[in-house]
């Protein structure tokens, strides 16, 4: 058993089982405790562990969280391409709270919105809305947090997204298709539903009307 201690004094026990090294550990503290992984420094003593060493059989260590730049790389890629993208709002609300830009894009080029709307993560999608995410933002590839959504089909996301005064007739960047184009492009029926209730208009894309007019009488 390994022992993990924070600077408070609090405790977070690991079973050591088949863990070898030190990023071994904090993929495990991540997973069972919520501590984002590129947050965190080990300590043996005086000694800070890096993430290839090998972990020791039986020891004590310090848990230290650090804070961040807002442009930290390594925080927004976990932030959107973990955090977001898994639903994990523990490791999302330590990131923000370390200083990680809640707005910036992975290597993907996803955002944490788009990547948890697109996900159907409807609490990360609410608690990153009330962060102050920017709800109209394009991702690299022009898209919407609300294309994204409604692209799936998740309506209760799409829902949160309008309540939240996100655009439904914001087009995409590279195509010019808007939320309910792209749910009656792939048959959503109750996506359609709450986007028409927000005021999507059904003419906005030609490319899609014909679609978009079935969908909404169905």
Sequence with gaps: MLRVWSTSGEEFPVHRGELQDVAGLKLRLRAQYGFPFCLQQLLHGSLLLENASELPFFADLQLVLLAISAGSREAVQELVAYAALKGNVRVARLLLEAGADKDSMDREGMTALNSASWAGNVDM????????????????????????????????????????????????????????????????????????????????NRNHVRSTNRLTKA
Excluded: I, W
């Design 125 to 204: 999608v609410r608690f990153l809305l009330a962060a102050g995410c920017n709800k109209d933002l394009r991702d690299s590839s022009g898209l919407t947090a609300l294309s994204r959504a409604c692209s799936r089909g998740h309506a209760e996301v799409g829902r949160l997204l309008v309540q939240a005064q996100a655009d439904p007739n914001l087009p995409d960047a590279n195509d010019g298709m808007t939320a309910l184009s792209h749910a009656s492009a792939s048959g959503q029926v109750e996506v359609a539903k709450v986007l028409l209730a927000a005021g999507a208009h059904k003419d906005r």
